[in-house]
């Protein structure tokens, strides 16, 4: 008898395992909308034409795929891709784009972050994140330094609500 609890107790926790491992396959992930990128994209470039700099700026989903983009009158054509990249590397490294050059300056280790393809080293893109998950990016380019790119999409963020 205690044979039998044994082995049915073995195959019901494997059941249990099987049956957790087949619900582990399929995942449910927050994305950016639409209209939610296309909102963080006119509050950026607003907020920066506000203090005198035309530059574009690029949304991408979590994935780093364009969803929107708005470029300034007056913002040089390098802004167009320097915006991209700049969101393609904060939603691939879900940090700010800031703080992975400066990580890439000090950190020997990290030098090299550069040279992978699609990514750009300067201040101005800002992951946009839902609790801690990154649904996206936000990358601005043109105006007179990364830091201030990436002030115009903090102010950008501050003005929507993730959710």
Do not use: F, W
Request: glycine letters at 10%.
């Amino acid at each position: 008898m205690h044979n039998r609890l044994a082995t049915v107790a073995a195959v019901a926790l494997s059941l249990i395992a099987t049956t957790a491992a087949y619900a582990e396959g399929v995942r449910t992930e927050k994305n950016i909308s639409l209209d939610l990128a296309s909102q963080i994209a006119a509050h950026t470039v607003a907020a920066c034409s506000a203090n005198g700099y035309a530059v574009t700026a690029t949304v991408v989903d979590r994935a780093g795929t364009v969803r929107a983009v708005q470029r300034a009158d007056n913002a040089g054509p390098h802004t167009l891709e320097a915006s991209r990249l700049k969101a393609y590397t904060s939603a691939s490294a879900k940090n700010t784009t800031l703080a992975i050059m400066e990580a890439s300056q000090k950190n020997p280790a990290a030098a090299n972050l550069g040279q992978i393809p699609g990514y750009l080293l300067l201040g101005g893109g800002v992951p946009l994140k839902v609790g801690n998950e990154v649904i996206g990016a936000v990358g601005v380019g043109g105006a007179p330094g990364g830091h201030l790119d990436e002030q115009c999409a903090m102010a950008a963020i501050a003005k929507v609500e993730l959710k």
